[in-house]
């Protein structure tokens, strides 16, 4: 079973920008645009941030975006904020030869 | 506005069974497909089963093959999760999700969560 590694944890100061990375094997993040993102704060639904590699749902703060590079995915937060302090989890359908849904490990996002 | 709430988890023995409901508003169920996703504590997201619009087309996680039943209710825009011989490792909050099929494909909306616990 294949797997996205995230780092486990990331922090930054208000107003700061920073990036959460999501590697995986080629199958998985190499098909870009099915990585999507998740924001979840403990207790609550998580939210969709990044669909498509680097689109924006309606609604969802151009301060996040997603990018690409080689075999990783990346969430970049600009002007971080105190609300964006939470759980952030990469994902990718990697269904090629088998149904399959794959997150990553999550990242805690801590806002100093 | 596009809800789904989950219910029905709680406290049960390791080899127990428990039934878990997502009910739906703001959507019809028949027309989108429909995943539980699973979150243990301390641990990441886990993707745990799958149902189509239809109906017709149904997959699990190896994790859980065997155990769960996943099924949907049309009348009452609902879908459940049935869930048998149930393990320590199965502890987890349970999300309904559901699945945009695009030239892409993602979760566009998620219940809060219903809390499972297997334990003697």
């Known amino acids: 079973q294949s797997a996205l590694t995230q780092p486990a944890s990331v922090s930054g100061s208000p107003g700061q920008s920073l990036t959460i990375s999501c590697t995986g094997i080629s199958s998985d993040v190499g098909n870009y645009n099915l990585v999507s993102w998740y924001q979840h704060h403990p207790g609550k639904a998580p939210k969709l941030m990044i669909y498509e590699g680097y689109k924006r749902p309606s609604g969802v703060s151009n301060r996040f975006s997603g990018s690409k590079s080689g075999n990783t995915a990346s969430l970049t937060i600009s002007g971080l904020q105190a609300e964006d302090e939470a759980d952030y989890y990469c994902c990718s359908f990697g269904g090629s030869t088998t149904f399959l849904w794959v997150f990553g490990g999550g990242t805690k996002l801590t806002v100093l | 506005e596009v809800q789904l709430v989950e219910s029905g988890g709680g406290l049960v023995q390791p080899g127990g069974s428990l039934r878990l409901s997502c009910a739906a508003s703001g959507f019809t169920l028949s027309s989108y497909e429909m995943n539980w996703v699973r979150q243990a504590p301390g641990k990441g997201l886990e993707w745990v089963s799958f149902?189509?619009?239809?109906?017709?087309?149904?997959y699990y996680a190896d994790s859980v093959k065997g155990r769960f039943i996943i099924s949907r209710d049309t009348a009452k825009n609902s879908l459940y999760l049935q869930m048998s011989s149930l393990r320590a490792e199965d502890t987890a909050v349970y999300y309904c999700?559901?699945?945009?099929?695009?030239?892409?494909?993602?979760?566009?909306?998620w219940g809060q969560g219903t809390q499972v616990t297997v334990s003697s």
């Open positions: 149902i189509s619009g239809s109906g017709t087309t149904i």
């Open positions: 999700a559901r699945d945009i099929v695009e030239t892409t494909r993602y979760f566009d909306y």
